[in-house]
């Protein structure tokens, strides 16, 4: 599948959800992401084309808790049940 993307250049996608791995690719050759899913298909890991990661945890009721970038602060999220309200680094 390609999709436009902001700039009009196009993007192709490639992978399966259900075997958790979907990689972007953008017009350049080494411009490509790769997206890591749990069986939940809640997003784990991004890996971009830099090297660049991003990791994901998750509470067991399924929200999002805590997001970091390789060697960067944690952010974790605060909810007030269902309602998201914020992060704090």
Same mark, same amino acid.
């Given at each position: 599948?390609? $999709?436009? @993307? !902001?700039?009009? =250049?196009?993007? *192709?996608?490639e992978?399966?959800? $259900?075997? *958790?791995?979907? +990689?972007? /690719?953008?017009?350049?050759?080494?411009?490509?992401? @790769?997206?890591?899913?749990?069986?939940?298909? +809640?997003? !784990?890991?991004?890996?971009?084309?830099d090297?660049?990661?991003?990791?994901? @945890?998750?509470?067991?009721?399924?929200? /999002?808790?805590?997001? %970091? %970038?390789?060697? %960067? @602060? $944690? =952010?974790?999220?605060?909810?007030?049940?269902?309602?998201?309200? *914020?992060? $704090?680094?």
């Amino acid at each position: 599948m390609r $999709v436009p @993307t !902001k700039s009009g =250049h196009r993007s *192709g996608w490639e992978g399966s959800v $259900v075997a *958790g791995v979907v +990689r972007e /690719r953008s017009n350049r050759a080494d411009n490509l992401t @790769t997206y890591l899913f749990d069986n939940e298909n +809640r997003l !784990k890991t991004m890996t971009s084309s830099d090297n660049t990661i991003m990791t994901s @945890t998750y509470s067991g009721d399924g929200l /999002r808790r805590s997001a %970091q %970038q390789q060697g %960067q @602060t $944690v =952010h974790t999220m605060i909810w007030d049940g269902s309602d998201y309200l *914020g992060e $704090v680094h």
